[in-house]
């Protein structure tokens, strides 16, 4: 995911790229590129195919908000701008746990570490990284307890954690443990629909 950073001063930058290095560690693939001007960036935005622009509010944020308006107009739906004013944007999902029952055990897992959960043959199985777990759980079930945690479905047999998407073209989405997933045609709208959700959980949105 390609996105444009923009903050006041840096002192922000710099604890923006120290956020995303600590996703990145976690095979979560951003490719970001800073601004401390507001020029520069819609400059930028005019260049490059951004999926977003993440802006750390500051004291001139009423003077500066109708050129994000503007952006946001111009790009239509193919820019998601975001207006952070916190520094842990995923703090609920770092802190959350999956529980679920293997082999008749109990298992505890931290919930940003799974990829995706796949279901086949009415079983389903939680995925994190290499390692594939099947777990005595239905998905659609598994669905309706992750959907608070940043987790859409993208077909009928996969649930998907929305962080660790590493890239999207057309209907095929590359997660961060490399494997190639796709999104069904019925399912397209609703995933985005979830996604934007992802997105107003912990942004506010323009």
Known sequence: MRIAVYAGNTSQLDNAGEYFKKWKKRGVLFKEDYFLSTEELCRAVE??????IIV????DWTAKESVFNQLKKKEQESLI???CGRRDQWKKLSRAKYTAVFNGQPIVYNMEDICFLESY?????VVLGKK???VKARLDVEE??????HFARINQYTLINMLQIRSMEGDEIR???GEKLYISSSRRKLFMEKYRQFAQ???SVV
């Open 47 to 52: 260049e490059k195919n951004y999926s977003a």
């Open 56 to 59: 750390y509010v500051d004291s």
């Open 81 to 83: 701008i975001y207006i």
């Open 121 to 125: 043959d009415r079983k389903t199985s």
């Open 132 to 134: 594939k777990i099947r």
């Open 144 to 149: 309706q307890r992750l959907s608070n945690y």
């Open 175 to 177: 997660m961060a443990n």
């Open 201 to 203: 959980e912990n942004f």
